[in-house]
């Protein structure tokens, strides 16, 4: 809502919004998820339903009618009969009430100057619940039942004022603002207890009070985060031709301490409209024609944590008590840890440079728009492992290491009418270099990413002069396809004709863990995408698909299906038709054995890295208005009907169900396991009364 005062001098408003959500939830790219599960892992020989009685099951007499499982019989794996799992869970829910709004003042002062205030925020208010039964058709199965739930409550304010000043002076025009900004986010607290030994599965009777033994109790209390800012900016433009913008922050953040609490961040740009000029006047193939250019930082805290924030890990009223806080409060049970201020931490710094064209051409049929960036982040924050000490504190930030990202932005676009048809269309195009300057005075690297601890390593090497998150292993070369080739190469534990055959690296005659090198990225080279639009009398056709190019994915689904050992669950049919043998020897996959060791299973190698490359439709639509002289009759100014294609088809050679993949920054581009985009088909009307 909105109302005015004063003949329009003074205006009011308010806008707020409320979400009510409830869901089950799901886990993706991990090994519990369905998709890793029952996609991957599960044996199709194992029935969902038993149809058949199996009286001697691994620990359960199966009846018809019980849940199949890996129980059923030995050497099934261990997967879960995904099933049974969300059916069991059908009950488990989570409920979440999210308000956002705020409220202004707008003030006219004088013609062309204007103050604003403006204070809003947020409110989340949630709970849960999660009951995990007793199972008894798996291979691993939980031998008790448990229930947990909680509750929380979280809020954020804040408080922005603003001075414009816009006027215009013959040739000259000026916008300038002056502010002030007080943010509070990260208020909050909450609670949740679990409990064991129920002694019915009924949902009525789902209460902590009736849990037989405490697992868990925890509560915890956010330390919230304060920002405060002021700003200033002025825009001039002389004659519509030459342009110039200048800004200056002044950040200040809690996560610091006070010597390095503010930030100050300035940036500047410039634009030269070239077409004004006279000597292009008379160009007239020549629509517009504009070079520009800036300079800027800006200043992160993100990576901090709010200081002295305190995590408290309940248990059994047994366990003893570590008052590492300092509290002294002997009454508290469980464990509490502690964060390191930051008080030697500072701003880090984003340095961005731009340097722009843009072009129409024919009576703005043709526009181009090519733009070079450079980003670097100069004192990015990281926090650098800690020798080993007593306690329980983590490392505190500092100020030590640098990246820098650079490229090009594209985009072309076409328009135009012959008649009854109608043409719009765009491409464009994003290239990105990103480089890792320094991680600190004392390592070149870090490694990350974590794969459940069933291989040795991680997948990812964050090293100076890489990509973020490369993948770092043992190159494959091939299959050894004999015992004279094994003999042949250099010494490598576990090898025999249909292994993996490694890369010697360093040149020593022998496979050993500084062989590792560089065997994939994860980040694209570009990333593109094209808009179309086609008219014809009434009807439409719009279109719109979006690629990738030259990115890796770690396809970690292919050591649980690839390799006999890896559990005995569901393998590929690629291992069952084309893995190597002596008849066999011209293939990639490695031949089935039941060894695990060196040369097969355990190691990060680049036996798992797939081109993540792919182009996808995205969206495509085909409608038809009625014409306005049908519907007048009835009173409908306007009717369209439409039928809508979403993710459409994908072109891609990754054997995975779905090259876009995303994850955590700590398993960027590791596939364990990712629900594919999901394809609709959608029909709709539009109506306009």
Known sequence: SEFSFLKDRIKIGENLALAYRTGHGVSNLDEGSPIQMAAYRTQPIIPVIMTTAVPDGLSHAFIVGDWGGTGIRPNLGQSENEVATLTRNKDNNNWNIHLIGSTFVDAKLFQGLNFRSTIGGTFDNGYYMNYSYKTYERSENNSTNSFNEGAYYGNDWNWTNTLTLDKTFGQHKILAVLGYESVKYGLGRGVSGNKSGYFVDDVL????????????????????????????????SLMDKYMLSATVRRDGSSRFGADNRYGIFPSFSAGWRIKNESFLQNVSWLSDLKLRGSYGTMGNQLALSPQNQFFSYGGDPGNSFYDIAGTGNSSLQGFRQTRIPNFNAKWETNVTADFGLEASLLNNKIGVKVDWYSKKTKDLLYNPEMVA?????????????SMSNSGLDMEFSFKNTWGDFGFDGSAVLTTVNNNIDKISNDATFF?????????????????????????????????????????????QTGAEPGFLKFQDTSGDGAIAPDDRTFI????????YGLNLAFTYKNFDLTGFLLGQQGNDIFNWNKWWVDFWPSFQGQKSEELLNNSW????????????????????????NSYYIESGSFL??????????????????????????YVQAVNLFTITKYSGLDPEIGGSDLNFGVDMGNYPTVKQLLFGLNVNF
């Open 389 to 401: 000490t007593a306690g329980a504190a983590n490392a505190p930030f500092i100020n030590i290491a």
């Open 205 to 236: 009777f789902r209460t902590l009070d009736n849990g037989a033994k405490i697992l868990n109790t925890s509560s915890y209390l956010n330390t919230p985060t304060t920002l405060e800012s002021q700003f200033v900016r002025v825009d001039y």
């Open 616 to 641: 996808r439709m995205k969206n495509l639509q085909l409608g038809y208005t009625i014409p306005e002289s049908i519907m007048s009759k009835i009173n409908i100014k306007s009717l369209r009907v």
């Open 520 to 527: 994939g990225n994860p980040n694209p080279k570009f990333t």
């Open 447 to 491: 490694d990350s990413g974590t794969i459940g601890g069933r291989i040795n390593g991680v997948p990812s090497r964050n090293m100076v002069g890489h990509s973020m998150s490369s993948f770092y292993g043992y190159k494959v070369i091939g299959l050894f396809q004999s015992d004279a080739d094994v003999t042949g190469s250099p010494t």
């Open 581 to 604: 043998s002596p008849t066999n020897t011209g293939t990639k996959i490695p031949k089935a054995s039941n060894k695990s060791n060196f040369s097969t299973n355990t190691e990060i």
